[in-house]
């Protein structure tokens, strides 16, 4: 079992900057790739970027040049830098784990990032 719990949503104009945080429990982070989500309202549940043990990175096209995924194996963390918002990145983000070794997903409860024109 894995709990993650995600900080830093907020409220930001367009243009603006926004760092969240996700934090996971337990000893077994070296093994989990690492994955954020976002779901606006009436809308699926979208991946938006995620990085592998080894740091490998992939972005959804519409974040691709401004947002960050990066990872703390020491701190057992992972954070996305977005950067250059705009009102269309208005959702609920979600921390994601993947366990490498079986295949379990973990979720965090979400942060609000709401962007304003």
């Known amino acids: 079992q894995v709990e993650l719990v995600e900080s830093g949503g907020g409220l930001v104009q367009a243009g603006g900057s926004l760092r969240l945080s996700c934090a996971a429990s337990g000893s077994i982070f070296g093994f989990l790739v690492m994955g954020w989500y976002r779901q606006a309202p009436g809308k699926q549940r979208d991946l938006v970027a995620r990085?592998?043990?080894?740091?490998?990175?992939d972005y959804a096209d519409s974040v691709k040049g401004r947002f960050t995924i990066s990872r703390d194996n020491s701190k057992s963390t992972v954070h996305l830098q977005m950067n250059s918002l705009k009102p269309e990145d208005t959702a609920l983000y979600y921390c994601?784990?993947?366990?490498?070794?079986?295949?379990?997903?973990?979720w965090g409860q979400g942060t609000q990032v709401t962007v304003s024109s």
């Open positions: 990085i592998t043990p080894g740091s490998s990175t």
């Open positions: 994601n784990a993947a366990d490498m070794r079986y295949g379990n997903n973990y």
